[in-house]
């Protein structure tokens, strides 16, 4: 039987959502064990001067506990 657990991560790009994401799985991958899924539970864009000038990302990331 496995026991999974999930963490949120609030991750950021300067170019798209998408890299955003990458950058959050990225860096998850560093610390946590056995990820094994992640999902977006929000995105948001802070805007300056009238431009989007950052994009931001809060994942739900999944990993399983080891024995």
């Known amino acids: 039987m496995s026991v999974a657990r999930v963490t949120e991560i609030i991750a950021s790009s300067k170019k798209s959502f ?3 994401v990458e950058n ?3 860096r998850a991958t560093k610390t946590l064990k056995n990820v094994s899924g992640a999902w977006v539970e929000s995105q948001k864009v802070v805007v300056v001067d009238g431009q989007i000038s950052e994009y931001r990302v809060a994942l739900k990331v999944t990993f399983v506990l080891e024995d």
Do not use: P, Q, R
Request: glycine content about 16%; charged content about 50%.
């Open 24 to 26: 959050g799985i990225e």
């Open 18 to 20: 998408e890299k955003a």
